[in-house]
């Protein structure tokens, strides 16, 4: 059958459905310069703090560098008056970096002692320093040639300077910097007292007395340090006391056995003591 064209007409024409409606991009936001590299800019605030920690540890040992000047030149002029040449002053005090010992090693090669000597000499004299690692902060030094050279350049002055109540909260870099501080003055002061102890005359006396002078600032400090337990203090002097009777020809080496056991005796002692609330 067909189809008029009016009917045809007469039908509705389906009108096209509009495009869906499509999101507007949001603009793209480009990170600043300054959040692209945040590395760059801690790197650039440590700078400073590693720069002050050298500085404080130069303003800390700056004392005792000086007291390390009338030393080293006593060290230096005696390695050239002992007949040996001017850079062993500045050899040793570099490589062996023994404080006392170094006083009495010059003589020792000035005679050509056995190296069996020198040795056995050398472990009596440092013996001390094994008692320094009971309470050296060298937990606190990060890294093994960190940790490495701490104890290499471990001197009484640095322990009685790191082991203050001033130096409980210095970082690992202050002690580091501290330490090389001081074996810096101290082989500094050697060479230029090996090259001038052909100037330095005679007569000149008191130069060795430096060394006593400054354990005795030094011991005061740390006593002042331990204003609420005189005990210590005591403790040592009895050691050096009983020390001194009983052993001699073996001080130094005694009393430090005697204020090592002292001290463990007293620390065992007030650990049993119950406490009361």
Avoid at 3 to 10: L, R
Avoid at 95 to 109: A, K, N, T, W
């Amino acid at each position: 059958m067909e189809t008029s064209p009016v009917a045809t007409e007469d039908r509705p024409r389906r009108t096209p459905a509009p495009p869906p409606a499509t999101r507007p991009e949001a603009p793209v936001a480009w990170p600043e310069a300054s959040a692209i590299r945040p590395e760059a800019g801690a790197l650039r605030s440590d700078a400073p703090s590693a720069r002050s920690e050298a500085r404080a540890a130069l303003r800390d040992s700056a004392g005792v560098g000086l007291a390390f000047l009338p030393l080293g030149l006593a060290y230096g002029a005696l390695v050239t008056q002992s007949g040996l040449e001017w850079w062993w002053a500045g050899l040793s005090a570099a490589f062996v970096f023994g404080g006392s010992f170094e006083f009495l090693l010059v003589g020792m090669v000035a005679a050509a002692a056995p190296l069996a000597s020198i040795a056995v000499s050398a472990l009596l004299v440092n013996s001390r320093h094994v008692f320094y690692t009971l309470s050296f902060p060298l937990h606190r030094v990060g890294g093994r040639l960190g940790k490495t050279y701490s104890t290499y350049a471990l001197c009484d002055e640095a322990y009685a300077l790191t082991t203050g109540e001033q130096a409980r909260g210095w970082s690992s870099r202050r002690i580091l910097w501290l330490q090389f501080s001081l074996h810096l003055y101290w082989a500094a002061s050697s060479t230029v007292g090996a090259l001038l102890g052909s100037f330095i005359p005679d007569r000149v006396t008191g130069l060795d007395f430096a060394l006593t002078a400054l354990f005795t600032v030094l011991a005061l400090d740390a006593v002042r340090d331990l204003r609420g337990q005189l005990a210590t203090p005591a403790l040592a002097v009895l050691s050096a006391l009983f020390a001194r009777l009983l052993f001699p020809g073996q001080l130094l080496p005694a009393a430090f056995v005697l204020f090592t056991a002292a001290l463990l005796g007293r620390r065992l002692a007030t650990s049993r003591t119950p406490r009361h609330a």
